[in-house]
């Protein structure tokens, strides 16, 4: 299926680890993005990616580290967890040069942190 | 900067219902308006558009039209069913840009 996946699907770590989350699309689009969702489901970008590039950084804490492979893939390591990191993050992308910019979300990767 | 500002829930119907979320936004210029829907323990879905004032988006039975004179695309739908209970964001994209601003989001049950 074509589609936005993403893994884990549930993440538990205690305070203090290092965590990834992976993120694929094989919609052939160019731009690749993180939300994050808090436990008040408030929605708000951290990063997106256009061809490997960065090219939106919200103010996010310098452990949250996204890495672009190749244009499919989009992770976010995170370093040195917190517990305010406890959230759904979701990974997005969307076609280049569509408008509107239409994103197509994956199912969320749910990080508790203990 | 962009902000949207929707109702709180949770919104709580029953089956044949009229919905109604409103949502009113701020940006400068001609944003693109969006409403995602997040059904239970799943990621976020395109639910309708719109690009212009005016504009009339519609999908599943649900619609919303961009008001530019009130800065609002609230969205509606006639008669709710059990399976439309979901969380329901509204969203904005500026003109040319690829940054989604969403609302906080309201939840909706649809009781039999």
Same mark, same amino acid.
């Given at each position: 299926?074509?589609?936005?996946?993403?893994?884990?699907?549930?993440?538990?770590?205690?305070?203090?680890?290092?965590?990834?989350?992976?993120?694929?699309?094989?919609?052939?689009?160019?731009?690749?993005?993180?939300?994050?969702?808090?436990?008040?489901?408030?929605?708000?970008?951290?990063?997106?990616? %256009?061809?490997? =590039? #960065?090219?939106?950084?919200?103010?996010?804490?310098?452990?949250? !580290? +996204?890495?672009?492979?190749?244009?499919?893939?989009?992770?976010?390591?995170? %370093?040195?967890? =917190? #517990?305010?990191?406890?959230?759904?993050?979701?990974?997005?992308? !969307? +076609?280049?040069?569509?408008?509107?910019?239409?994103?197509?979300?994956?199912?969320?990767?749910?990080?508790?942190?203990? | 900067?962009?902000?949207?500002?929707?109702?709180?829930?949770?919104?709580?119907?029953?089956?044949?219902?009229?919905?109604?979320?409103?949502?009113?936004?701020?940006?400068?210029?001609?944003?693109?308006?969006?409403?995602?829907?997040?059904?239970?323990?799943?990621?976020?879905?395109?639910?309708?558009?719109?690009?212009?004032?005016?504009?009339?988006?519609?999908?599943?039975?649900?619609?919303?039209?961009?008001?530019?004179?009130?800065?609002?695309?609230?969205?509606?739908?006639?008669?709710?069913?059990?399976?439309?209970?979901?969380?329901?964001?509204?969203?904005?994209?500026?003109?040319?840009?690829?940054?989604?601003?969403?609302?906080?989001?309201?939840?909706?049950?649809?009781?039999?």
């Amino acid at each position: 299926d074509t589609a936005v996946s993403q893994t884990p699907k549930y993440l538990v770590t205690q305070m203090g680890n290092d965590k990834s989350i992976k993120c694929e699309q094989n919609l052939g689009h160019d731009t690749m993005y993180w939300y994050k969702q808090d436990s008040k489901k408030f929605l708000k970008i951290m990063f997106s990616y %256009n061809n490997k =590039e #960065l090219i939106i950084n919200e103010t996010v804490p310098n452990r949250f !580290s +996204p890495k672009s492979p190749d244009k499919a893939h989009l992770n976010l390591h995170i %370093n040195s967890l =917190e #517990l305010g990191d406890s959230a759904v993050y979701f990974c997005a992308s !969307s +076609p280049l040069g569509t408008s509107p910019n239409e994103q197509y979300f994956g199912p969320g990767t749910r990080l508790t942190v203990t | 900067g962009n902000s949207v500002t929707q109702m709180e829930g949770p919104v709580t119907l029953s089956e044949e219902a009229f919905l109604t979320i409103n949502c009113t936004y701020t940006a400068t210029g001609y944003p693109s308006l969006f409403w995602y829907v997040q059904y239970p323990g799943e990621g976020l879905q395109l639910l309708l558009k719109a690009t212009k004032a005016d504009d009339k988006g519609s999908n599943k039975g649900f619609e919303a039209t961009y008001r530019k004179e009130t800065t609002s695309f609230h969205l509606e739908k006639g008669s709710v069913q059990v399976s439309d209970s979901a969380v329901y964001f509204c969203a904005l994209i500026q003109a040319a840009g690829n940054k989604l601003t969403f609302g906080g989001g309201t939840r909706v049950l649809v009781k039999p």
